[in-house]
């Protein structure tokens, strides 16, 4: 049912999905989809909620294989598998991690950015020993300015996508290479 969600969202947008659209294209009874999800925000939020299960487990995977010694090395292999996620998962360009259905669709209490940014800290905290104080905010930032940039990318579609992308990895790295220590390759801010 959520791969069929997803299909239909790539193709129809969210508001063009019905419930009894799901339950076609799952070739399932309505009835049995209201078994497992009361509405079609119900569907898209357990989508949401696999499309960040695969997100966190793409990065982790990313990071336990990569010998990075820095901190904003990481901003580069998470950035590789948000940008991976666009172009290879259905449905994820318009949904993303539930924005379009509500901001506040992964927990009640936080935006789905903020959720997101906030599992992307605890991973880096853990593995850098840097400390949450001093990355919480500047991943919020670069969240907001990466999902911004790549939803101009691949749901707007205004300019070359490769372009656009190149552009927001420069904009994420550069923000974030200044708020700890420098990394070499790039100057320091003035």
Same mark, same amino acid.
Request: charged letters at 30%.
């Given at each position: 049912?959520?791969? =069929?969600? !997803?299909?239909?969202?790539?193709? #129809?947008?969210y508001?063009?999905?019905?419930? /009894?659209?799901i339950? $076609? *294209?799952?070739?399932?009874?309505?009835?049995?989809?209201y078994?497992f999800?009361p509405d079609?925000r119900?569907?898209? *939020? =357990? #989508?949401?909620?696999?499309?960040l299960?695969r997100f966190m487990?793409?990065?982790? !995977?990313? #990071?336990e294989?990569a $010998?990075? /010694?820095?901190?904003w090395?990481a =901003?580069?292999?998470?950035?590789d598998v948000?940008?991976?996620? @666009? &172009?290879e998962?259905r449905?994820?360009?318009?949904?993303? @991690?539930g924005?379009?259905?509500?901001m506040?669709?992964?927990d009640?209490e936080?935006?789905?950015?903020?959720?997101? =940014?906030? *599992?992307?800290?605890?991973?880096? /905290?853990? &593995?850098f020993?840097?400390?949450?104080d001093?990355?919480?905010l500047?991943l919020a930032v670069?969240? $907001?300015c990466a999902?911004?940039?790549?939803n101009? !990318?691949?749901? *707007?579609?205004?300019?070359d996508?490769?372009t656009v992308?190149?552009? !927001?990895r420069?904009?994420?790295?550069?923000? #974030?290479?200044?708020?700890?220590?420098?990394?070499?390759?790039?100057?320091?801010p003035?």
């Amino acid at each position: 049912m959520l791969d =069929a969600c !997803a299909e239909l969202i790539d193709e #129809l947008g969210y508001d063009g999905v019905t419930t /009894t659209l799901i339950a $076609e *294209r799952a070739e399932v009874a309505v009835g049995s989809l209201y078994q497992f999800f009361p509405d079609k925000r119900a569907v898209v *939020r =357990a #989508l949401t909620e696999r499309n960040l299960e695969r997100f966190m487990a793409g990065v982790l !995977a990313r #990071l336990e294989e990569a $010998e990075l /010694t820095e901190w904003w090395d990481a =901003a580069d292999v998470v950035f590789d598998v948000y940008v991976q996620l @666009f &172009r290879e998962i259905r449905g994820f360009s318009q949904i993303r @991690f539930g924005d379009i259905v509500d901001m506040r669709l992964m927990d009640d209490e936080r935006d789905n950015n903020t959720v997101i =940014a906030d *599992r992307l800290a605890d991973l880096i /905290t853990d &593995r850098f020993g840097v400390t949450s104080d001093e990355i919480r905010l500047p991943l919020a930032v670069a969240v $907001e300015c990466a999902d911004g940039i790549l939803n101009l !990318a691949f749901r *707007r579609k205004l300019y070359d996508v490769d372009t656009v992308v190149a552009e !927001a990895r420069k904009i994420v790295r550069g923000y #974030l290479s200044g708020k700890l220590d420098q990394p070499k390759d790039l100057p320091s801010p003035r």
